[in-house]
T-cell receptor
Framework: NAGVTQTPKFQVLKTGQSMTLQCAQD?????MSWYRQDPGMGLRLIHY???????DQGEVPNGYNVSRSTTEDFPLRLLSAAPSQTSVYFC????????????FGPGTRLTVL | GESVGLHLPTLSVQEGDNSIINCAYS??????FIWYKQESGKGPQFIID?????DKRQGQRVTVLLNKTVKHLSLQIAATQPGDSAVYFC?????????FGTGTSLTVIP
């Protein structure tokens, strides 16, 4: 198994641009989530999904959209990038929801100029 | 939102000594807790977890203690090795969401 994969590893955007961060897992996990990690603030939950077709907001959802059309994929869309969205983004998944061990991807480092 | 905090942002220990990393949480309804290790440039890596119906769980060289009375979680690492140098996060689960602490940076001195 490849586990949780994320692309790209690095991305630089200009303010106002849009882009999609990709996340995929091959473990047949039901639960997938997106976090952002900023210095001194730990990881904060952006959006999560408990299964295909179901998404919900986390702690810091503004400026981001998600969809879950398949079990494997959970893309994160930045609609109009802002410098405040400069961060490292991690995708995670678990088999049986948040009551189960979450496995993290390697992260995407995003810089918005 | 939830408040998950760590008592010490940095910790330095001698190689071979035991390490203790502490974490406080605020939601008494949280029922599942995880400790993660994060090395520079990598995603968090699962170390050990514990559910609220337990007060202690042991793994290989690691032990997690949960004190629900004072809402405190700790991670004990036995015989700390240079490869243990990393940032350690606690996370609590509440209402299908995980809340992470800010992390403790552990440095192992050879």
């Amino acid at each position: 198994n490849a586990g949780v994969t994320q692309t790209p590893k690095f991305q630089v955007l200009k303010t106002g641009q849009s882009m999609t961060l990709q996340c995929a897992q091959d473990m047949n996990h039901e639960y997938m989530s997106w976090y952002r990690q900023d210095p001194g603030m730990g990881l904060r939950l952006i959006h999560y999904s408990v299964g295909a077709g179901i998404t919900d907001q986390g702690e810091v959802p503004n400026g981001y959209n998600v969809s879950r059309s398949t079990t494997e994929d959970f893309p994160l869309r930045l609609l109009s990038a802002a410098p405040s969205q400069t961060s490292v983004y991690f995708c995670a998944s678990s088999f049986h929801g948040a009551e189960d061990t979450q496995y993290f991807g390697p992260g995407t480092r995003l810089t918005v100029l | 939102g939830e408040s998950v905090g760590l008592h010490l942002p940095t910790l330095s220990v001698q190689e071979g000594d035991n390490s203790i990393i502490n974490c406080a949480y605020s939601n008494s309804a949280s029922d599942y807790f995880i400790w993660y290790k994060q090395e520079s440039g990598k995603g968090p890596q699962f170390i050990i977890d514990i559910r609220s119906n337990m007060d202690k769980r042991q793994g290989q060289r690691v032990t997690v203690l949960l004190n629900k009375t004072v809402k405190h979680l700790s991670l004990q690492i036995a015989a700390t090795q240079p490869g243990d140098s990393a940032v350690y996060f606690c996370a609590e689960n509440s209402s299908n969401q995980f809340y992470f602490g800010t992390g403790t940076s552990l440095t192992v001195i050879p």
